[in-house]
Structure formats: structure tokens, C-alpha cells
């Protein structure tokens, strides 16, 4: 009794495999151990047999559908070969030779043209703007600061000095895809001075001896502590004026620093305090409402 050949093992598939993985196999080795591509090799030209009547036997619904019961023992005869067909109208070795053996042979024909790769969507560039607030103070001096934005990166940035409030500062390259980031900086409100266009305004209390003397006292300024000179006889609501303390201008000047004075007097005396203040009021000849008086 004639043994049945394995045709799943010659093309190397399962016994379930598709139609279309039965087709890819035979294509595979019929490539690999076709005659023209092996001229003079008796072994290639036989296992190539072999292959074309598995794939004969395997394409054919119908022929693999006996063949499978042979295999369980139903029928024990060699499943037939065909010298013209596989179940479509086409023999083996001619639908291997019609697709793909032209490959074989790039001086009769060309090769297929692979597909183009499909080209890769371009990124859309985007600014975006973020806010950041500085004290006075940071905001004067510049220099490297961390913020970390609403997307929840950290950057360190190079502040310039002299920031003022609205005003934008571009990052190159910082935005979304390539794109910018623009920082719009706020100037937190400080509690001492205040700024009007260049110039910075405070308010500075002195006692009733040093507006009555004058003479020099410390104030503070934008830079520091400052020694200022207080005219005698200083009047509360006065103004004065510090050049070139206020703060840096758009083009590069710097304004001044308006000193307002006000005149406070002290809640509590020591007793000698108020011994010399007492002694002072016998004394003094000053009279603020003596043209008051002329009215009435």
C-alpha cells in the first residue's frame, strides 16, 4: 500500500492553514528552488516537483478535501497529480513563473515598483502664552528665574532687568511643536513703592524735630538704603525728589524716586519727652494760625 506524502510538511504549513498561507509558502520556496534560478541542481529541480504537487494538491478545495481524508486513513491512494490545472485554471509552475519569476531575471523585465511611503503629517507650529507674576523688586534686577508653566514643565529663564507690567517676553522654540512661548509678566503690587511711568513714588514719616531741623536721614530705595537730606523746615505732603533712583525707562533712562513727606507726631512721651516738648512750647514764637486770627 503506496504511503501518502505529507504535503503540509514539503510547504512547511499547519494542516489548518489558510488558502492564502498555503499560497505564500508555495511562493517562498518556489522561489527559492526554482530551476532557473538554480541551473544544473537535480535536488532543487525535485524538491521544486515536490512543491508544485503540494500546492497543486493543497489549492484545490476539493482535491485537499480528499486528500485530508486519505490522510486519516479513508484512502490510501496517492491523491492525483494534474498536468494542467490547480482548481483555478492554472498549472503551479506557470502562476509562480507569471507573478513572480520575472524577479529572477532583471534583464528581461523590471522589477515591481515598491509603494511610496506614505508622507509623515507635518507639525503645526503654535505659540502660546503664559503669565507670570514678579515682585517689584525681581522684576527690576532680572536675572535666571524658575517658573514652571500651566502644562506642568520647569524652565529657567534669563530674565532681563528693568521688566515692566504687561510687558511679553518671547522664548524661542518653547511652544507647542516648535512653536513660541510668550511670557506676560504681571508686577505684583508693592506695599512701599509705587510706580508712576518711570518714577517711583514712597511716602517717607518723619517726627516734628526733623521737618522743625532738617538734616539727613535713611530711606529705602529700589537699590537699598539711601542717606537723604531733609530741608528744615519741611512741610507734611512735600515732595521731594531723588534723581535717578526710579526705575529704567523703554529707552535705557532712569526716572526718579518722588519722596513724600509726612510729618507724624508721637502717641506717647517719656516724662522727659514731654518736659521738653513742654519747655519748647513756652518758648517758641511760631504761631501757624496767627493769619487765621486777621479774619476775625
Not at 241 to 256: C, F, H, I, Q, V
Amino acid at each position: 500500500m503506496q504511503q501518502v506524502r505529507n504535503y503540509y510538511e514539503i510547504l512547511g504549513v499547519p494542516r489548518n492553514a489558510s488558502n492564502d498561507d498555503i499560497k505564500k509558502a508555495f511562493r517562498r520556496l518556489a522561489r527559492q528552488y526554482h530551476p532557473d534560478v538554480n541551473p544544473g541542481d537535480k535536488t532543487a529541480e525535485e524538491q521544486f516537483k515536490d512543491i508544485n504537487e503540494a500546492y497543486d494538491t493543497l489549492s484545490d478545495d476539493q482535491k485537499r478535501s480528499e486528500y485530508n481524508r486519505s490522510l486519516l486513513g479513508g484512502n490510501r491512494r496517492r491523491p492525483p497529480k494534474s498536468n494542467s490545472s490547480n482548481g483555478n485554471g492554472t498549472d503551479a509552475r506557470q502562476e509562480f513563473d507569471l507573478w513572480k519569476f520575472k524577479d529572477f531575471n532583471n534583464t528581461t523585465s523590471k522589477r515591481p515598483k515598491m509603494a511610496a511611503a506614505s508622507p509623515q503629517p507635518r507639525l503645526t507650529r503654535r505659540d502660546v502664552e503664559a503669565r507670570l507674576t514678579l515682585p517689584l523688586e525681581r522684576a527690576y534686577q532680572g536675572g535666571r528665574q524658575r517658573i514652571r508653566l500651566e502644562d506642568g514643565r520647569s524652565l529657567e529663564v534669563d530674565m532681563p532687568p528693568g521688566m515692566i507690567d504687561g510687558q511679553k517676553i518671547r522664548l524661542k522654540g518653547q511652544g507647542i511643536d516648535g512653536g513660541d512661548l510668550y511670557l506676560k509678566i504681571t508686577v505684583a503690587l508693592h506695599p512701599f513703592f509705587k510706580i508712576q511711568g518711570s518714577d517711583i513714588y514712597c511716602q517717607i514719616p518723619i517726627t516734628p524735630s526733623e521737618a522743625t531741623l532738617g538734616g539727613l536721614i535713611e530711606i529705602p530705595t529700589i537699590d537699598g538704603l539711601v542717606k537723604m537730606t531733609v530741608p528744615r523746615g519741611v512741610k507734611s505732603g512735600q515732595r521731594l525728589r531723588l534723581a535717578n533712583k526710579g526705575y529704567p525707562s523703554t529707552e535705557g533712562k532712569r526716572g526718579d524716586q518722588l519722596v513724600e513727606i509726612s510729618i507724624v507726631s508721637p502717641s506717647e512721651l517719656s516724662e522727659e519727652e514731654q518736659a521738653l516738648y513742654q519747655k519748647i512750647r513756652e518758648m517758641e514764637t511760631f504761631n501757624p494760625r496767627q493769619q487765621l486770627l486777621s479774619y476775625f
